[in-house]
Nanobody
């Protein structure tokens, strides 16, 4: 079993910032990568950002230059700093962990008002 503690979501005005965090614990022998997806209403879940154990990062084109992903390997925690938020960033943000298999957090709501 893997447990997640996600935090940092909420309501913010356009142009504002939020910082998401996700701490994973439990039966994870090795984490190769962590990251975030998001899912807007009536849309498919889409990747936002990911970071490997070595620190390599990938971002969706829509968030490049605005979002920054980071991680604390010792704490099995991943962060997503979101700046210059736009209404189209409104979605449920899901943390994921890739070890021997994929694990998903329960999601946290981010709402950006115009």
């Amino acid at each position: 079993q893997v447990q997640f503690v996600e935090s940092g979501g909420g309501l913010v005005q356009a142009g504002g910032s939020l910082r998401l965090s996700c701490a994973a614990s439990g039966s994870i022998s090795r984490i190769n990568a962590m990251g975030w997806y998001h899912q807007a209403p009536e849309k498919q879940r889409e990747p936002v950002a990911a970071i490997t154990i070595g620190g390599s990062t990938n971002y969706a084109d829509s968030v490049k230059g605005r979002f920054t992903i980071s991680r604390d390997n010792a704490k099995n925690t991943v962060y997503l700093q979101m700046n210059s938020l736009k209404p189209e960033d409104t979605a449920v943000y899901y943390c994921f962990v890739i070890g021997l298999r994929e694990y998903w957090g329960q999601g946290t709501q981010v709402t950006v008002s115009s």
